[in-house]
């Protein structure tokens, strides 16, 4: 017998709600254990300052599109996974509140760049956890951009009865200029206590003013959404009719001109055809169709029941995105390693920012996915520690992306150990991995070579080990990011740059303080190619030393000069002005020339 649901009890008047913790993110600027534009700034009372401008205490992602759909590493390996459309959210964070809440408008508090926003939507907290859309932006909202200045996105939210413990609000950067910043989230609606709440002496004065309904039973269940994939195998769909005789009938036609038809539909179009008939149930079952499965759209309405549906499809996988997957618990740890102990061909695998990842995930994939070639476990399960050596037998690995992912140096260092075909490295912001120029050096020697390398936050790597990594791969690279590595302030780098890399494409310098412009002017001789260049914080950098990058550099598109001391607004406006078909990037560009509201 199905148990009812817990009676909940509204309280008035409506009061404002902060959330109490950020449970998961899509990605972030600053690195981990930081209050620099980290998610975790969302967190907690906020202190609203109103002010247009870069914030270090907000909320940052680690991407703007323009920027990231131009690296040779994402064209490598995501491009083909995202679909390009101004509604369509690139990122996303999940709120969660100290008390269930009913909301009725939701202020959100973008001091830089404002825009993002794209769509907002509520887990519920009773019953059966489901999503319900709260709010989307339509497609002709974003044919007008937002101006520069501080904006309070305040959406005011339909009347409702279901109470809601978290928030997740989605963001999109196709279509901005530059970086987006959110200082704040703040929910306005009543409070809701459920029975165990009102025996808390803690709480006797408060709920003094609780309506109190005897014949209240909660929220009715939510049906799930039309476009949520669940498991029904028995389904055979009506009887099949004979077709009048002018007519020609789909069953006629060629099996091969029949997949060609479907091979155009969407994942839950294909699920919907499915149920019509047994024929198309056959059809839906065919390898080429289940060779490439994206669930990233659906990250929000997939269950332990939904993923069943792929059981019987999964030994045909070969591409397979779970990202962002595992909101509010709805996806248990046991059903995802089940899926992918099924999944034996697969050669790509993406699970950023999957929150249904543990340790034992992990054994599964190493010792039943070992034909991997493409393997994204960035911002995977934020405070687990994961055991990486386990991923040793999938030696075929050609791109890893371990961006904040909590594992040792010991345990990194058996994984990079094995990884021979390794050419594309994204690690950046690292936790726990202290002997980073040993790691650097492990995969020098092991690694046939290497394209990318991405060391963002890196902080305890030297100049000795950057230099002897890029002895050995330098010829073959086309980017290389070295922002924040704080230990790396010295001349000499941009030398063994200029020396080893000449095929280079991007380059990040986020933070080399120390630049001498004689080696500076030489860098943009030896790297002709070059297309990005961030040189943010390069506080040495002078008008001299951009005018010899754009000049020798003509395939450059964008370069970002934001807080180098020696360059001002004339100088970034003069220089647009003089090279238009480069796009100069600047905070204070924008700062300059936004309206500031108090």
């Not at 934020?382 to 040792?408: F, H, K, N, Q």
């Not at 063994?496 to 310098?509: A, G, R, S, W």
């Amino acid at each position: 017998m199905t148990q009812p649901a817990t009676p909940f009890h509204p309280t008035l008047p409506p009061i404002q709600h902060h959330s109490f913790t950020v449970r998961s993110f899509s990605s972030e600027y600053g690195p981990p254990f930081s209050c620099s534009q980290v998610a975790a700034n969302l967190a907690g009372c906020p202190t609203i300052r109103r002010c247009y401008g870069d914030h270090q205490h907000s909320l940052m992602f680690r991407w703007y599109d323009a920027w990231q759909r131009r690296l040779p590493s994402y064209q490598h390996s995501r491009e083909s996974w995202v679909r390009r459309d101004d509604c369509v959210a690139t990122d996303y964070v999940e709120c969660v509140f100290r008390n269930n809440i009913i909301p009725q408008k939701v202020d959100i508090f973008e001091n830089f760049i404002p825009g993002s926003v794209v769509k907002v939507s509520g887990v519920t907290a009773s019953g059966r956890r489901s999503t319900v859309e709260l709010w989307r932006r339509a497609k002709t909202d974003g044919m007008e951009k937002e101006e520069d200045r501080y904006n309070v996105h305040t959406i005011d939210l339909a009347p409702s009865s279901t109470p809601l413990s978290h928030l997740v609000i989605h963001f999109s950067s196709v279509g901005l200029p530059y970086y987006s910043q959110v200082e704040a989230v703040i929910v306005t609606g009543l409070r809701w206590e459920t029975p165990e709440d009102r025996e808390d002496p803690a709480n006797v004065e408060h709920l003094s003013r609780i309506v109190d309904d005897p014949q209240s039973t909660g929220p009715p269940p939510t049906a799930p959404p039309p476009d949520r994939i669940v498991d029904d195998p028995q389904s055979t769909g009506p009887p099949p009719t004979a077709p009048p005789p002018d007519r020609i009938s789909l069953t006629r036609l060629p099996k091969e001109n029949l997949l060609m038809i479907l091979s155009y539909l969407g994942l839950d179009d294909l699920y919907r055809i499915s149920r019509v008939s047994r024929m198309f149930l056959n059809l839906t079952h065919d390898p080429s169709l289940n060779a490439r499965v994206n669930l990233q759209p659906w990250f929000l309405n997939l269950d332990d029941r939904s993923l069943g549906y792929f059981m019987s499809r999964s030994r045909v996988l070969r591409r397979l995105n779970l990202s962002w997957l595992g909101i509010s618990n709805r996806v248990s740890f046991a059903r995802v390693r089940e899926l992918l102990g099924h999944c034996g061909a697969l050669v790509e695998l993406r699970l950023s920012g999957c929150s249904a990842v543990d340790a034992e995930t992990i054994r599964c994939i190493g010792s039943r996915c070992i034909h991997l070639e493409i393997l994204d476990l960035s911002y995977v399960s934020p405070g687990l520690l994961l055991p990486l050596a386990r991923l040793s037998s999938c030696y075929r690995l050609s791109y890893l992306d371990i961006t904040r992912v909590m594992t040792t140096t010991s345990e990194l260092s058996i994984l990079l150990l094995s990884l021979v075909h390794l050419k594309w490295f994204i690690g950046g912001s690292p936790i726990l991995l202290v002997q980073q120029n040993q790691l650097l050096e492990i995969m020098a020697t092991t690694a046939a070579s290497i394209k990318c390398l991405d060391l963002w936050h890196w902080d305890t790597l030297t100049a000795e080990g950057l230099r002897y990594f890029l002895s050995l791969h330098g010829r073959d690279m086309v980017e290389l990011n070295l922002g924040w590595c704080t230990r790396l302030s010295n001349p000499d780098v941009l030398e063994e740059i200029t020396e080893f890399c000449p095929k280079l494409e991007v380059l990040v310098l986020t933070s080399l303080k120390e630049v001498d412009m004689e080696t500076f002017i030489a860098l943009s001789r030896g790297c002709p190619k070059l297309r990005l260049v961030d040189l943010t914080a390069a506080r040495t950098i002078c008008r001299e030393g951009v005018e010899h990058l754009l000049q020798h550099c003509k395939d450059l598109e964008i370069l970002d000069v934001s807080y180098c001391g020696g360059i001002s607004l004339d100088d970034i406006t003069q220089l647009a002005a003089h090279y238009p078909s480069v796009r100069i990037k600047s905070f204070e560009k924008f700062v300059a020339k936004s309206v500031v509201v108090s």
